[in-house]
C-alpha cells in the first residue's frame, strides 16, 4: 500500500502550534518506513526530530483514496540522503472518507453563544463532532431556531495531554428530539473555522476512531 516514492503528510503531534510536514518514501523493511528529511509545508524548512516525536501521516493511494494512521521516529539512518525511520502499522491505519468528514461520539464540554447578546448563552455537551459540526444536547426551553448564527466555544482534549479551545461561528441546522434522550439535539454546521482548528477537530476524530478499534481488538 505504501510505496517508495510516495508522497506522505505529517502533522506533528508535539510542537506549540501544530505544524503540517511533507516528506517522500525512500526505502521500506516490514513494518519500518525510511524517509526524508520532512519540509515545513508553510516555512519550506526542516526542522530537528527526535526519536519519540510523534506525527499523524496521510497518504493518498493509487485510487485516491486517502489514509491515516499515527507513528513515530524509531531511529535516523544515514544512506545517500539522512532518513529518519519511523514506524507502520496497517491495523492502526484509517480510511478518511473525502466527501465528508468522520463523524465520531464525543462528550465534549461546549458553550453556546448568541451573536447579538440577547438570549442568554448556555453550556452543554457534545454527542458528536466532525470536521464539518457537531451535535450537543439542547436545553427545553426554545432559544434559538434553524438558520440562526452563533458563537460556540468547544473544549477539545487532545491525545497528547494538552486541551485546545475551538471558538468559532456556527449555524443552526436542525433541533430535534430522540425518543432515547431527555433532551432535544442541537446541530450545528461551522462558518469561518480556521483551518488550523478543523485540523485539531479532525486530529480528535481519527484518534477517537483509533481508540474506539483498539478497544474492539
Known amino acids: ?26 526505502e521500506q523493511e516490514g513494518s519500518t518506513i525510511y524517509i526524508d528529511y520532512p519540509i515545513n509545508e508553510t516555512t519550506g524548512r526542516t526542522n530537528i526530530f527526535p526519536k519519540g516525536t510523534t506525527f499523524n501521516v496521510s497518504f493518498v ?8 494512521f499515527k507513528t513515530e521516529i524509531i ?12 514506524y507502520f502499522s496497517q491495523d492502526d491505519m484509517i480510511r478518511i472518507q473525502r466527501r465528508e468528514y468522520v463523524r465520531v461520539n464525543s462528550a465534549l464540554d461546549i458553550s453556546i453563544h448568541d451573536m447579538k447578546s440577547i ?11 466532525s470536521g464539518g459540526g457537531l451535535c450537543a444536547l439542547y436545553p427545553i426551553e426554545e432559544l ?12 477539545l482534549p487532545m491525545e497528547n495531554e494538552r486541551t485546545e479551545y475551538i ?25 469561518d473555522i480556521s483551518e488550523r482548528d478543523r485540523q485539531l477537530i479532525i486530529r480528535h476524530c481519527f484518534e ?10
Open 167 to 191: 471558538m468559532t461561528e456556527a449555524s443552526v441546522i436542525r433541533i430535534f428530539k430522540k425518543d432515547e434522550a431527555d433532551k432535544p439535539l442541537l446541530t450545528l454546521e461551522f462558518k
Open 144 to 155: 434559538y431556531h434553524n438558520g440562526d448564527v452563533v458563537d460556540i466555544c468547544v473544549v
Open 75 to 86: 531511529g535516523k539512518k544515514m544512506g545517500k540522503i539522512p532518513m529518519l525511520m519511523i
Open 208 to 217: 477517537t476512531q483509533l481508540k474506539n478499534r483498539r478497544r474492539e481488538l
Open 1 to 26: 500500500m505504501i510505496k517508495i516514492g510516495m508522497t506522505l503528510r505529517l502533522q506533528a503531534l508535539e510542537e506549540e502550534e501544530s505544524s503540517n510536514y511533507r516528506s517522500k518514501v525512500v
Open 119 to 129: 438570549k442568554k448563552p448556555f453550556h452543554s455537551i457534545t454527542t458528536d463532532i
Open 61 to 68: 493511494d493509487q485510487s485516491q483514496t486517502v489514509y491515516q
